[in-house]
Antibody, heavy 118, light 110 residues
Framework: EVQLVESGGGLVQPGRSLRLSCATSGFTFADYTMSWFRQAPGEGLEWVGS??????????EYAASVKGRFTISRDDSKSIAYLQMNSLKTEDTAVYYC?????????WGQGTRVTVSS | QSALTQPPSASGSPGQSVTISCTGT?????????VSWYQHHPDKAPKLVIYEVTKRPSGVPDRFSGSKSGNTASLTVSGLQAEDEADYYCSSYAGDSVGVFGGGTKLTVL
């Protein structure tokens, strides 16, 4: 059974950093692009970014709203994807989801809540 | 601004059909048969309802169907039911192992 579990969310002050993790099981992690999404309160789902497999260079793409502040990485030995969030802003407050895939997202985690507030 | 354009809202009465559009370019929707659709209820994980333009994952009712013409893909929900009320998003492959995402459509069952 494919499972994705996000962790690392919480309350953080503006300007600070937070790292989210997406622990996976039930599939060969190294074979899949992994993606992050978020949903701010009262807003729609927003794609945050995706990281390719090492076979495709392991590079990442980001939404304009987070580019330069967020970094996605992966540890294929642990089957975990990470979302490093720096210089957090109040508008980054959202539930963050990870998903398997880069353009078709069949499996999703349940999300982890991030609140950016002083 | 999202890469794929969806109408912000759509609505229909129970039993009716509603179609949601998703417009991209020849570099994404028009260039590949890899359009997917997702149903998202608040505070729940999104659910894949259509992949590869027309295919339904196991467990998704055949009331959900997908199609594509040129740079525009469409999701049709037939025989609307109350539980279909949700936000719907489209995505498409855009080359180089990643894709693009739509801004979402709020479907209201009247």
């Amino acid at each position: 059974e494919v499972q994705l579990v996000e962790s690392g969310g919480g309350l953080v002050q503006p300007g600070r950093s937070l790292r989210l993790s997406c622990a996976t099981s039930g599939f060969t992690f190294a074979d899949y692009t992994m993606s992050w999404f978020r949903q701010a309160p009262g807003e729609g789902l927003e794609w945050v970014g995706s990281i390719r497999t090492l076979a495709y260079g392991g590079t990442a793409e980001y939404a304009a709203s987070v580019k330069g502040r967020f970094t996605i990485s992966r540890d294929d030995s642990k089957s975990i994807a990470y979302l490093q969030m720096n210089s957090l802003k109040t508008e980054d407050t959202a539930v963050y989801y990870c998903s398997r895939g880069g353009y078709s997202f069949e499996f999703w985690g349940q999300g982890t809540r991030v609140t950016v507030s002083s | 601004q999202s890469a794929l354009t969806q109408p912000p809202s759509a609505s229909g009465s129970p039993g009716q059909s509603v179609t949601i559009s998703c417009t991209g370019t020849s570099s994404d929707v028009g260039g590949y048969n890899y359009v997917s659709w997702y149903q998202h209820h608040p505070d729940k994980a999104p659910k894949l309802v259509i992949y590869e333009v027309t295919k339904r994952p196991s467990g998704v009712p055949d009331r959900f169907s997908g199609s594509k013409s040129g740079n525009t893909a469409s999701l049709t929900v037939s025989g609307l039911q109350a539980e279909d009320e949700a936000d719907y998003y489209c995505s498409s492959y855009a080359g180089d192992s990643v894709g693009v995402f739509g801004g979402g459509t709020k479907l209201t069952v009247l």
